[in-house]
């Protein structure tokens, strides 16, 4: 219980001294979130109000649910917009923006929840970092120019999405950009800039609010064409599923809502390192799936949008002084607080604000040099990176996403196709070690021992088996070659048909077999090829030494 609920376990021992400091830190965090939420839910494709609905429930279910004491839940502008251009697609068929918002996160939650069962905390692997981050940098820029239209008042033609088209209706139409509202953004993004370079202690993004809302109002901004966010009704959201009948529909979604997942997690993690970095307490990843699928769970039903782990606010609270998840629960409660009593003071809030909010936001996620980075590393992530950054310009969010799913699998190709493989010798001292690297070791006569680091399996097995066939058949003195499979993951049947092949053609030449320290699973699978094949079964040993040894005492005998 204590493992699945960690609150059981830290409530119980809670210390009253942490109260006030958690009470800050909570407040703090509110002053970051609420705007981010707001910000965030623009990029899904809904009211503003929906970002506010996401958070009471989704902080809850992590305070309950979750295994670090300052990791904090919420809005993600990655997430957001991945999530609104799947929105966006669906949009574009006629469906109502805000039911496909709430669907994938229920969708993202039974997912995360099907996960945790499964125990595959791995998924955070599944993309590799080249393909997230020019994944991500494409984003940053997409979005970007996406909210060039509220933060200067412009008036665009619809466009598909992609960037090329995007930004030709922003210069088409920059020429009538509205000046009280390009005013206001200059504005916002001056402050948020001033403030996290001078005061980085300071909540931006309220100020960035409280400062505009006040011009707003002061000089009737909103009268002069300034688009702002008007009245909304106030009051807690309805607690209710959405509707269920068209289940094509939700059939069709449920890919999307596997990258919101995938991509979420990835995300999830970086903000839960931060926050184990200070509080020490180690990551449990398949627990947090569990916690991640009911805080989306929590967003869902109460009529928000797909949550994960927020980095800014998770810093935000940690520097505030946060001691455990009550600093969560005083951020859902204020946000509580907010719907019911607040939403009066937004009705002037600039959208040009909260683009100002995305834009500085986004420009923190921007990481332009690691590009550099990675091309003076590698040459083909750096052209895997360029080609996921340069897919999500072309085509949008959504297409991007499949490009960078390919790229991922291609990646992940190409590393098990070409595994590194070695000759081993052996050194004076009797270590068995890649000659390559040791030229103190020497070959033993008449042996050849060759050694795998990876898997051996569908992708690799033709090439590693001629590679092997090729190195025996050179060397015109082998009489033994000896496999160590010590650092050889694994072998499929496609592998260890190969290996029965070569396995033939050196026992036609004269030349003996033997492997060391297989895996069992694979070795069972290899002998059951050789005995299909009425072939003899070659020698086993459990270390290269006394594989050695043998070939030695057989050819003394």
Known sequence: MKHLIPITSWLPNYQSAWLTADVVAGATGWAVIVPLAMACAVL????????????????????????????VIGPDTTISVLAGGFVASFVATGSDPLSIAVMLALLAAIIYGIFFVLKMGWIADLVPEPVLKGFVEGIVWLTILKQLTALFGLKTEKTSGGFHEELLAVVKALPDFHMATAALGAVSIAILFALKKFAPRVPGAIVVLIVTIALVSALGLDKDGVDVLGTVAGGLPDLRLPDISDLNSIIMLVPSALAVVVIGYTKSLAALKHASEHSGEPIDPDREMLALGVSNLGAGLSGGYPVAGTLTVTSVSVASGAKSQVAGIVMGVLSVLTLLFLLPLLANLAMATLAAIIVVALIGLSDLGYFRRLFKMSRFEFLICIMAFLGVLAFGVLPGVMIGVVLA???????????????????????????????????VPGVLIWRQYGPLVFLNARILANQLRDIATRRKDTKVIVFDATTAAGVDTTAAEALLGVFKNLKAEGIEFCIVNPRQKGWDMAVASLKAAELAIPDRFDSLSDAVAKFQQDVAA
């Open 44 to 71: 899904v494709g809904v009211d503003p109000i929906v970002g506010l609905y996401a958070l009471p429930l989704a902080l809850l279910a992590y305070a309950v649910f979750g295994g670090s004491r300052l990791f």
């Open 409 to 443: 699998l291609f990646k992940l190709g190409q590393v098990i196709h070409s595994p590194v493989t070695a000759v081993v010798g052996r050194t004076p001292g009797g270590a068995f070690v890649d000659i390559d690297e040791h030229p103190e070791a020497e070959e």
